[in-house]
T-cell receptor, first 116, second 116 residues
Framework: AQSVAQPEDQVNVAEGNPLTVKCTYSVSGNPYLFWYVQYPNRGLQFLLKYITGDNLVKGSYGFEAEFNKSQTSFHLKKPSALVSDSALYFCAVRVRLNQAGTALIFGKGTTLSVSS | NAGVTQTPKFRILKIGQSMTLQCTQDMNHNYMYWYRQDPGMGLKLIYYSVGAGITDKGEVPNGYNVSRSTTEDFPLRLELAAPSQTSVYFC???????????????FGQGTRLTVV
């Protein structure tokens, strides 16, 4: 079965320290991977995606993600965390539903808490 | 730049009542999706559409119906509300993948529904 796992419900980090939010996936074929962020009472905002090419993908707000095919992982990273980065983060992978349609399946989400 | 607009933002329903969650997008996207978000569960796909007149079931379609008469609108119908449908509902859209560039989905702000 195709799936996405985010093994940590919560990640706590001090402001200025590097952060990592973990994601592993299981899909058939080449993975198309995404990270989204959700602030309280808001919709999901796109951060970055991996389709093909360079394993290190750069996205919005200074975030980046590293694709590792052998470990089937797509961890989200940031060199220096900000308090304003505190939010709920979702990893997602695109799957084919039928001949016509594709959709994202999501991990359960990881709450990032950055303390000052 | 309206993007994806959902109405209402909040609603309380009594068991057995019906309602329609509205979703409209102004980006001329072909794909539209309905997800529900439950705490600690991530997002689950309810229904999706690849274009006007074409809809299909996702992972959790029971108790819901959709229609897609226009490119812009993708309403979600609850016929007999049940407490299990208490959730936050998100509508999303994206355009066709162009030239190998896999496009990301844009999300609405969500509708928080409580069934009592």
């Amino acid at each position: 079965a195709q799936s996405v796992a985010q093994p940590e419900d919560q990640v706590n980090v001090a402001e200025g320290n590097p952060l990592t939010v973990k994601c592993t996936y299981s899909v058939s074929g080449n993975p198309y991977l995404f990270w989204y962020v959700q602030y309280p009472n808001r919709g999901l905002q796109f951060l970055l995606k991996y389709i093909t090419g360079d394993n290190l993908v750069k996205g919005s707000y200074g975030f980046e993600a590293e694709f590792n095919k052998s470990q089937t992982s797509f961890h989200l990273k940031k060199p220096s965390a900000l308090v304003s980065d505190s939010a709920l983060y979702f990893c997602a992978v695109r799957v084919r539903l039928n001949q016509a349609g594709t959709a994202l399946i999501f991990g359960k989400g990881t709450t990032l808490s950055v303390s000052s | 730049n309206a993007g994806v607009t959902q109405t209402p933002k909040f609603r309380i329903l009594k068991i057995g009542q019906s309602m329609t969650l509205q979703c409209t997008q102004d980006m001329n996207h072909n794909y539209m999706y309905w997800y529900r978000q439950d705490p600690g569960m991530g997002l689950k796909l309810i229904y999706y559409s690849v274009g006007a007149g074409i809809t299909d079931k996702g992972e959790v379609p029971n108790g819901y119906n959709v229609s897609r008469s226009t490119t812009e609108d993708f309403p979600l119908r609850l016929e007999l509300a049940a407490p299990s449908q208490t959730s936050v509902y998100f509508c999303a859209s994206r355009e066709w993948d162009r030239g190998g560039l896999n496009t990301e989905a844009f999300f609405g702000q969500g509708t928080r529904l409580t069934v009592v």
